[in-house]
């Protein structure tokens, strides 16, 4: 049922208070007011029917004869008045002409007011509204002595009071029924006065609540409306300010969660669906799989993150694959002070992918040297041991021992000393000036130098040549990268195979090439400049397996790259090194 409005409720409600005044004013008026239209009637008829006191007292004296006495009475008793006229022994004398014909009936009505006249020598007044009565008024005629010689009854009839009395309630009736339409006629302007403000406040209330902050009222009404105008008015101002607090720190709320590189997300009470998800949540993990579902891998583990959260417990952590990398995965919860339950799941999601592989770096880098160490340090003990314990006697055989012992120290020394280089460029407080050299006169020393070596494993070292351009950067550091590029390549390559070392031009920067021939798998490719790794596992006892690692770390701190590929049947090492 549609509630009415402000305004059909003023017009109704002055309409039910004008209907309701006039029918108590017709009704107290009807029923109120008879009573004193009868006294009116009272006071009228008593001087009336005086003169027709007198008018009969000078009758019953003698003084005027029948005849007169019946006109003048006739004369002075009309105006709709019943008059009767007895004697002193109660017998009808004369009545007037409107008065009923049956005078049984006029005696059964006057009778007791007569006896009591008679008796009494007092005048009577009575008001009766029933069917036979009326105002009536008994005067005793008395003569010269005070003798009560006869008795006057003047009667006004019920229903002629009532014909007046409802002539005139016509009459009230009407008075309130053209008051009423001016009423409503007044309060139909009155009301669209007071319920236009209010509907323009209601207008601008919807307006707000859709998000229309800058909507104002009218505040030109009467004082109360005009309150009500000036605090809404106020209430949309103050409101607006709030909102934009809000949504400026909300913004900035997001913001901050979009930049973060770990994942968040909320879940709901129940924790079944996600409310919010950040971009980083989007890529680490597919959330249109999380929560898992019932029967996952993952879902027993979820739900026991979750229950511990529920037992009172502040965080709880799950660890899961997504898209090959390891998730960490932690819950917090927000709960209703009020009743202690959980309102919503906060998830924060860490790729731990390269923290793990980086703590397994870590554990491998420790073993190897560990190994590496081990080694020398092993052999060296023994032959010391064995030499400490007198068992090598012969001299030759002694000295034997003591050049192993001096190779060991030495290759101890090389690897301590690699391991001491690798860690000083990895923390970036080694020093690498620059300047301009001729990287062609360098590779042609290089290759000298190490042609001898490979001469001596039956291995071709070649030169190709290089442009003459000059180069920027720091010569010491190209010399030893360089060098262990050839020595590698020298180390590696296939017996009775060929070296070549070359330069090429490539615009603002010379690109060095080193080529051996050999092949290196596939697998072991993207591995070649990681410590201690070592493709060959048949050259496993030379060389330190840092060599490259090292060459990796000067290229990085010096802008330039170097790179490996297997080409032709060649394994083929190059790196950059710019103009300027």
């Known amino acids: 049922m549609k509630k009415l409005s402000l305004f059909n409720k003023l017009i109704l409600f002055v309409l039910g208070a004008c209907v309701l005044l006039g029918v108590l004013s017709t009704l107290v008026f009807f029923f109120f007011g008879m009573k004193t239209f009868g006294n009116e009637i009272e006071r009228e008829l008593v001087p009336r029917t005086r003169q027709v006191v007198r008018l009969t ?20 008793v009309r105006k709709g008045s019943q008059v009767y006229v007895f004697d002193d022994q109660g017998n009808l004398v004369i009545y007037t002409a409107s008065a009923p014909e049956d005078e049984s009936g006029i005696q059964e009505l006057c009778r007791p007011y007569v006896s009591r006249i008679l008796a009494t020598g007092e005048e009577l007044s009575d008001t009766n509204f029933t069917r036979v009565g009326g105002v009536l008024i008994g005067i005793p005629v008395l003569d010269n002595l005070d003798r009560v010689s ?17 002539s005139m309630t016509y009459v009230l009736i009407a008075g309130i029924a053209g008051v009423m339409l001016i009423l409503l006629v007044l309060s139909y302007f009155l009301s669209g006065r007071i319920s236009k403000p209010i509907s323009e406040m209601v207008n601008a209330a919807k ?15 009467g004082p109360e409306i005009a309150q009500l105008g000036s605090a809404l008015n106020y209430l949309a101002e103050h409101l607006s300010e709030t909102v934009t607090q809000l949504t400026e720190a909300r913004n900035q709320l997001n913001t901050i969660l979009d930049g973060v590189s770990e994942g968040i997300l909320a879940l709901d009470e129940n924790a ?32 026991t993150c979750v229950g511990r959260l529920q037992s009172g ?47 397994q770096t870590r554990r491998d880098y420790v073993a190897n040297v560990s190994h590496e160490l081990r080694t020398p340090i092993s052999s060296i003990r023994s032959l010391a041991e064995t030499l400490n314990d007198g068992i090598v006697t012969d001299e030759n055989e002694r000295y034997r021992y003591y050049s192993h012992i001096l ?22 407080n080694v020093a690498l000036n620059k300047s301009e050299f001729q990287l062609k006169d360098l590779m042609t020393d290089i290759c000298d130098r190490m042609r001898i070596i490979a001469d001596y494993s039956d291995i071709s070292l070649n030169f190709l040549g290089a442009p003459e351009d000059k180069v920027f950067s720091n010569k010491d ?61 048949a050259h496993s006892g030379s060389g330190t397996g840092l060599g490259l690692a090292i060459s990796k770390e000067i290229m990085t701190l010096l802008g330039e790259q170097i790179s490996v590929e297997n080409r032709g049947g060649c394994v083929v090492f190059s790196f950059t090194i710019h103009k300027k």
């Open 207 to 221: 307006q707000m609540a859709s998000g229309d902050y800058s909507v104002r009222v009218n505040t030109d009404a």
């Open 477 to 537: 550091r190209i010399e030893q990268v360089t060098l262990s590029l050839v020595d590698n390549a020298v180390k590696y390559c296939s017996d009775g195979g060929t070296v070549d070392v070359w330069a090429e031009d490539g615009g603002d920067l010379l690109k060095v090439f080193v080529r051996n021939t050999g092949e290196v798998s596939r697998e072991d490719l993207p591995h070649l400049f990681e410590r201690f790794y070592k493709a060959d596992k």
């Open 313 to 359: 417990e502040k965080t709880s952590e799950m660890t899961m694959a997504s898209g090959g990398r390891t998730m960490q995965i932690t819950f917090n919860g927000d709960t209703d002070p009020s009743d202690g339950k959980m309102n919503t799941y906060i998830v924060l999601i860490r790729d731990i992918t390269e923290a793990e592989r980086l703590e």
């Open 57 to 76: 007292r000078r009758y019953l004296e003698g003084k005027i004869s029948y005849d007169t006495y019946c006109s003048m009475f006739s004369f002075d």
């Open 272 to 303: 079944e669906q996600i409310t919010y998800a950040n971009p980083a949540a989007c890529e680490l993990i597919d959330i249109e799989q999380f929560p898992p579902a019932e029967g996952s891998e993952y879902e027993a583990a979820f739900r």
């Open 150 to 166: 006869g008795v006057v009854i003047a009667v006004k009839p019920a229903d002629q009071l009532r014909n007046g009395m409802i």
């Open 407 to 428: 190779r060991e120290s030495n290759r101890l020394a090389r690897l301590i000393n690699d391991l001491l280089e690798l860690s000083r460029l990895q923390s970036g």
